[in-house]
């Protein structure tokens, strides 16, 4: 049990001094080359809490699974804003339903990893969103009928591929 804490202290203070010394590096980075400096690189430090739960999720053996949905939003938005702040946040205007899409995100990330339905709708009604917001920005909405199209046919056809599986397995025992 002591070797176990010891482990998993030794872990943390790993992962601890990563995060502190990328916070370093990134301020030299913006005192050496004036043009990255913390004015554009501030969306960075999004990850640090984001790396703490990628260390507090690999240390419980992927157990805490809830863990990922703000991983994949810190990170979603970490580069949303960094392409924003680096070409001009004028474009957010046109860009707002990424929005929808990072919590989304970060929803089907949980479904993945803790592969609970329930996960699943949230991810898609957010998803749906966003992408109908932005055909309506650039007022196309082929692609969307497209992905109304599969989703349904995912609601629809999941029921008979589950039933197909247990038949299948049943079979094989």
């Known amino acids: 049990m002591e070797e176990k804490r010891s482990k998993e202290y030794n872990f943390g203070v790993l992962v601890l001094g990563s995060v502190l010394v990328g916070v370093g590096l990134l301020l030299l980075v913006a ?38 949905l703000p991983v994949i939003i810190l990170v979603f938005y970490c580069g949303y804003f960094l392409w924003l702040n680096f070409t001009t946040w004028h474009y957010a205007a046109t860009t707002w339903p990424n929005f929808l899409i990072g919590p989304g995100l970060g929803f089907l990330g949980l479904y993945f990893a803790a592969r609970k339905w329930e996960f699943l709708i949230p991810s898609i009604i957010l998803l749906m969103l966003a992408a109908i917001f932005y055909a309506a920005i650039i007022e196309n909405t082929m692609i969307v009928g497209i992905l109304f199209i599969a989703i349904g046919l995912l609601f629809i056809l999941k029921p008979l591929i589950l039933a197909f599986t247990k038949k299948k397995n049943e079979a094989i025992e």
């Open 31 to 68: 005192n050496i080359i004036p043009y990255l400096g913390v004015a554009k690189l501030w969306p960075l430090f999004m990850l640090i809490p984001a790396a703490v739960l990628v260390a507090v999720y690999i240390q419980d053996r992927g157990k805490l699974a809830a863990v990922i």
